[in-house]
């Protein structure tokens, strides 16, 4: 019994040591002999995290491996590979211009997964988004909580001074607390199977998508909004990335969270 535990130990040891040495190989640009191989490793491992991963990173194309990428978070949120998996999301969005998505994604990192071992890149690229969309009190807002959870992290680059330690759990209440009335709406259907349609066309694209039931002239509709600004200026903005991306029209709501 216990050489078959140490057997299978060891197996699941040297394959995670594997997996490691194909991802090496990829960041320092020798992908061939990886892509030799992937096959087999799906055959063989077709539910295992680390070769999703490795399938996500080998991916041409974006929204193929933005897909695998969320599958693997979705599937394996506790894998060693779940971090970075995260962090090329937001690195998708961020190589897009897509500044509100990228920065969504990416301010969450550092508190999922606080053993990366790049945190102050991900920390850069954050702050980078935030002022991309013009949102400095974000800024100033995530790089308190993170400078208190990350004393080493360098925040002097970006003029940001070093902050009192500061306790996430109340600065994420008073965060709850500040109002977001803007929507974007940019669709309203009889039919609830066309509402998901343009819920998950714009979802693929970075924007938190909800669907909300309205009367209008007396007939019931379900209405697609993009949620949640602060203004009605930023609303816009994403209003009309949108229409440049997928040629859709919008209407910015001023719709209170209770409403």
């Known amino acids: ?73 979705e599937k394996y949120p506790e894998s060693k590979y779940s971090g970075e998996a995260s962090v090329k999301i937001g690195e998708y969005f961020y190589a897009r211009g897509l500044y509100s998505q990228a920065s969504k994604q990416l301010c969450s990192i550092p508190r999922k997964y606080p053993r990366l071992t790049n945190m102050q890149g991900v920390i850069d690229m954050m702050v980078s988004s935030f002022r991309a969309i013009g949102e400095e009190d974000s800024v100033k807002y995530y790089s308190g909580i993170y400078q ?28 709850r607390k500040e109002p977001k009335p803007y929507v974007v709406q940019i669709g309203a259907f009889s039919s609830i199977q066309n509402a998901n349609r343009l819920k998950l066309q714009v979802s693929q694209i970075g924007y938190e998508v909800e669907i909300s039931p309205v009367q209008t002239n007396g007939k019931g509709l379900q209405a697609v909004r993009v949620v949640r600004y602060r203004s009605k200026s930023f609303a816009e903005k994403v209003g009309e990335v949108i229409k440049r991306k997928l040629g859709i029209d919008y209407r910015v709501l001023y719709r209170p969270i209770n409403n």
């Open 148 to 175: 208190s959870m990350f004393p080493n992290l360098d925040m002097s680059k970006y003029g940001i001074k070093k902050q009192p330690i500061l306790n996430p759990r109340i600065l994420d209440n008073e965060k």
């Open 1 to 73: 019994m216990l050489l078959k535990y140490l057997f299978t130990f060891l197996t699941s040891f040297l394959y995670s040591q594997n997996i490691d040495m194909y991802i090496s190989l990829i960041h320092e640009g020798q992908s061939e002999g990886v892509k030799d191989n992937i096959s087999e490793l799906i055959s063989k491992y077709p539910n295992d995290p680390g070769v999703l991963y490795l399938q996500a990173l080998l991916t041409v194309s974006g929204m193929k491996s933005l897909e695998l990428y969320s599958r693997l978070i």
